[in-house]
């Protein structure tokens, strides 16, 4: 049963937003008011998103409320707590959070966001129920309390994080200033996941996913110029080639994930394998590690080929990328491995 006065954690704690939420066009990506529709269709996902009203459609500014929620509600289930739809929070730590201002105007501009919030209209095939399309709010409601505001997400969203369909963001994503490139980083997020190897996406398309209003060559000079600087964690750049452009996209390679970096350990001795029999490997599989082996303490265990987590997501931009995907006989066998 829901907990009416679930109380949000007011620590720091990891950005988390739900997966769904970050490749499909569900925001505004301009700050001026848009009450136009956003109507996307793709195979057998369909949205439509669109105002209640004269406030607008809801902007990724003030998804930025739903971001802190998912993130309130992961941490409670990493921390073994039971959730709840209806999250209670002071408004100082919730901004705080988001990494903005403790103004008078900074409240003034979250209340607005609620309101828009409540007031967009969703209706989507994507994680529907047998009965048809989803129809939900971005927040069922919203109220001031004694203890600061209370939010009531829709059950869609929170059956989402409760079945872990959640990726971490870097935090550094609310300093993102423009709208095109928040929406661009999320996708990066979800489709290029940790992957060294990257993926590639053209811009036609790329605009379709968006729900971008603006004409095609002007989103392109958007892209563009986010590629020339990059985003957090991902190097972007352009490919021009067979009459369209394509956005590639890959992990940024630093110390802190390159696989060659210092251990910090001395090597016992040069050159010798300590091995019994020469020619003769200890692991008793092919593709498993030795438990003794002075480079891991782990123990022995398969090395997994891929991520097919991130297979399955990155399907849908194959037909953009010049590298077709490995095929796995266990998605056409049975249930994909997580």
């Not at 990257?198 to 590629?227: K, T």
């Amino acid at each position: 049963m829901d907990d009416p006065r679930f109380p949000a954690r007011r620590t720091d704690i990891a950005v988390r937003d739900v997966a769904d939420l970050m490749i499909w066009p569900w925001f505004s990506l301009a700050k001026s008011p848009r009450h136009a529709p956003i109507v996307f269709e793709q195979g057998a996902v369909r949205i439509r998103v669109e105002p209640a009203g004269g406030l607008g459609i809801a902007t990724l500014w003030d998804a930025d409320a739903l971001v802190w929620a998912v993130s309130q509600l992961t941490e409670a289930l990493d921390a073994g707590r039971t959730p709840s739809r209806h999250l209670e929070t002071p408004a100082y730590p919730l901004l705080r959070f988001l990494g903005r201002g403790v103004g008078r105007h900074d409240y003034a501009l979250l209340r607005a966001a609620f309101d828009r919030l409540a007031a967009t209209r969703v209706e989507t095939t994507l994680r529907a129920g047998p009965e048809g399309a989803a129809r939900f709010r971005w927040l069922e409601g919203w109220e001031p309390t004694a203890a600061g505001v209370r939010l009531t997400l829709p059950e869609w969203l929170f059956t989402a994080v409760c079945e872990r369909r959640v990726l971490t963001l870097d935090s550094s994503y609310f300093d993102l200033t423009g709208g095109v490139a928040r929406w661009l980083y999320r996708l990066v997020r979800k489709m290029g996941g940790r992957q060294h190897g990257g993926s590639a996406i053209g811009l036609r398309r790329l605009h379709a996913r968006s729900g971008s209003p603006v004409r095609l060559a002007e989103f392109a000079r958007h892209i563009r110029r986010i590629a020339s600087t990059g985003l957090p964690g991902y190097q972007l750049s352009i490919e021009r080639g067979g009459g369209e452009e394509r956005l590639l996209f890959s992990r940024e390679r630093t110390a802190a994930n390159l696989s060659t970096a210092s251990c910090g350990q001395p090597v016992n001795d040069d050159g010798t394998s300590h091995l019994s029999e020469i020619g003769r490997s200890p692991c008793r599989l092919a593709g498993e590690r030795h438990p003794d082996s002075e480079s891991s303490p782990c123990p022995a265990s398969p090395i997994r080929p891929y991520n097919l987590y991130n297979l399955n997501n990155n399907r849908l931009l194959a037909a953009d990328s010049t590298n077709p995907l490995p095929v796995d006989n266990h998605l056409q066998t049975g249930r994909a491995r997580r």
